[in-house]
């Protein structure tokens, strides 16, 4: 009797408790290490950006965030680890521009959907690529090299990371919104292209702001717009291709954080809230600006929202330029 009484008290006790059960899990949140995911190789500014905002994460949610880089078939592979992961919030993404917002329009099948896939967490910054010019080039500013080459269409030409590199098509959307011809140079990374850039081989280049800012302060390259909506604290001196004249002109790298799809809504706004607090803690925001990182921690709705308009503009611009996955 008092076993039978214990399990029909249970089952009232589960049966008028089912909505508190169902919730516990993200009340309890987290109860283990989470786990972040960058789809890259260690080292650069994606390992530089998740391992500061994981260590104040680390504080703030009372369980060890640890980072785990797992590389391969242009960021694909760690995508799908977390598309497939269990929606607890204990694993999330360091979604890319690229992987997020490009890939889907050079890629007929990818094996994950960003927009069915995956909750959208937060921006967590964005950096704007900066276009330079060889001292040689006759361009002091960006308007003065649009003019240079619209007089001499394909005399000039661009080195980007790779063929449908962010550096890439930003170069691309500057031929088709200001009318030029400037020739695509692809390389197989930064490293060889600032190279042959400081050694006059190529006249100008789409680069990330960290790969070449010590080289325009030495006076080695000439700064001529940064491609963000607005100035990189990094870089303030600098006008926006927008300021130049051309306020179709934007195009920014960024970062995002992301969970499996169905996580529940009370962990994305937990993990939201304490990112965007860790965004503006006075160290954090020293070392990642340092870098040319311009902060964000938006809601997950704007972030969803801008995700989907970025998809439409580089669709546009994947088209036009012709670029194919290597």
């Not at 109860?31 to 994606?46: D, E, L, Q, S």
């Not at 905002?53 to 504080?59: L, P």
């Not at 690529?129 to 960006?142: L, Q």
């Not at 702001?209 to 604290?233: E, N, W």
């Amino acid at each position: 009797m008092h076993y039978r009484n214990f399990g029909v008290a249970a089952i009232a006790c589960a049966a008028v408790l089912a909505t508190p059960c169902a919730a516990q899990p993200a009340q309890m949140y987290p109860t283990k290490p989470v786990r972040w995911v960058i789809p890259f190789a260690p080292g650069g500014n994606a390992d530089t950006l998740s391992r500061t905002v994981a260590q104040k994460m680390t504080d703030t949610l009372g369980q060890q965030v640890v980072v785990d880089n797992r590389s391969g078939a242009n960021g694909v592979i760690g995508m799908e680890i977390v598309a497939r992961a269990a929606p607890d919030g204990h694993t999330v993404l360091l979604g890319y521009i690229a992987n997020v917002a490009i890939m889907p329009s050079l890629v007929s099948k990818l094996p994950y959907d960003i927009l069915k896939d995956y909750a959208h967490i937060t921006q967590l910054a964005s950096s704007p690529n900066i276009f330079v010019a060889h001292p040689s080039v006759n361009a002091r500013n960006f308007k003065e090299l649009i003019a240079l080459a619209k007089a001499k269409p394909k005399s000039f030409s661009f080195a980007s990371a790779g063929v449908a590199s962010v550096g890439h098509l930003t170069g691309e959307l500057i031929n088709n919104l200001a009318g030029i011809d400037l020739q695509h140079v692809p390389y197989k990374g930064s490293g060889q292209s600032v190279i042959d850039l400081l050694a006059g081989q190529i006249q100008l280049m789409v680069s990330g702001m960290s790969s070449v800012m010590p080289h325009i302060k030495a006076g080695r390259m000439r700064s001529l717009a940064v491609t963000g909506g607005q100035r990189s604290s990094a870089m303030p001196e600098v006008p926006t291709l927008a300021e130049s004249g051309f306020p179709g002109l934007e195009a920014t790298a960024w970062y995002g954080l992301h969970a499996p799809a169905n996580t529940p809504k009370a962990i994305v706004t937990r993990l939201h809230g304490d990112i965007a607090k860790a965004l503006k803690l006075p160290d954090v925001k020293q070392r990642l600006e340092g870098l040319g990182f311009d902060l964000v921690g938006s809601a997950p709705e704007a972030y969803d929202a801008y995700i989907k308009s970025e998809i439409v503009k580089w669709a546009k611009v994947v088209k036009a330029s012709g670029a194919k996955a290597e």
